[in-house]
């Protein structure tokens, strides 16, 4: 196992919350390495929606919003109980953008910053000097550091070789998703279905490009149905919308 130089931080995890943070770091003149397990593009689930606040922060970290691939929304649209509430984002708009494309391009907004990028690197353990934490070791090598960021997600491998384990009792949520062409891929509002289940809520994001982001979260169980949520919620909803396995694009 070979042994890097020393950083002055190494970030566990190129999401967006590592890729962000990476950033910044390596505006300030800092030596940072960022480590990622998988490579660039990869998939998330998720709804792909960003909030006025993401998007001010995206503006802080230099992303070019003018650029092709941004779908602006003006607002959130609540269903529930045979109901729609609109509520339109103060003084400002929201986004969308496939999480496939944003976290790529937030790791390499790093990159450009002075982050050094490896990524198919998974990090195996911490590094501990008298109880505190000095780097991280991969699977062939070995990386120190002044400070060590555990950006590695809501379950955190880095976090539980640790001993830092969540509460048995927190809530965990689980979702599903998939994309469809839709005539509602340009709606104005980020649109949320919140009676689908008990503790479950359903939504039908506009991309802009043809598709809409369609998916379901629920708090998890032992056995998750968000398939079968998903499924049953569409067979309600107008034909018209298009969101059918017919045009289902993923």
Not at 51 to 77: C, M, S, Y
Not at 223 to 243: E, K, M, N, V
Request: with cysteine; net charge neutral; aromatic share 6%.
């Amino acid at each position: 196992m070979t042994a890097d130089r020393h950083r002055d931080v190494i970030v566990v995890g190129a999401g967006p919350a590592g890729s962000a943070v990476a950033c910044h770091l390596a505006r300030s003149g800092l030596d940072v390495l960022l480590l990622e397990k998988s490579s660039f593009p990869r998939e998330k689930v998720c709804g792909d929606g960003l909030t006025p606040r993401a998007v001010q922060e995206l503006r802080t970290l230099g992303i070019d919003l003018d650029a092709p691939g941004w779908f602006p929304n003006k607002g959130i649209r609540l269903i529930a109980d045979g109901r729609r509430l609109e509520l339109d984002w103060p003084d400002a708009h929201g986004l969308t953008r496939t999480r496939a494309d944003l976290d790529e391009l937030l790791a390499r907004q790093a990159v450009a910053a002075g982050a050094t990028l490896r990524e198919n690197t998974k990090v195996t353990a911490p590094l501990q000097t008298r109880g505190r934490v000095t780097g991280v070791e991969t699977e062939t090598a070995t990386h120190e550091a002044r400070l060590v960021i555990a950006a590695d997600g809501a379950s955190s491998r880095l976090s539980v070789a640790l001993g830092l384990r969540p509460s048995a009792t927190r809530p965990i949520g689980i979702a599903g998703r998939r994309y469809f062409r839709s005539p509602r891929h340009d709606e104005a509002h980020l649109e949320i279905w919140l009676d689908l289940a008990p503790a479950a809520y359903g939504w039908i994001f506009g991309m802009g490009d043809g598709t809409c982001n369609v998916g379901v979260a629920l708090l998890r169980t032992d056995h998750p149905d968000y398939r079968g949520l998903l499924s049953r919620w569409l067979t309600t909803l107008p034909p018209a919308w298009g969101l059918t396995e017919h045009n289902a694009t993923g």
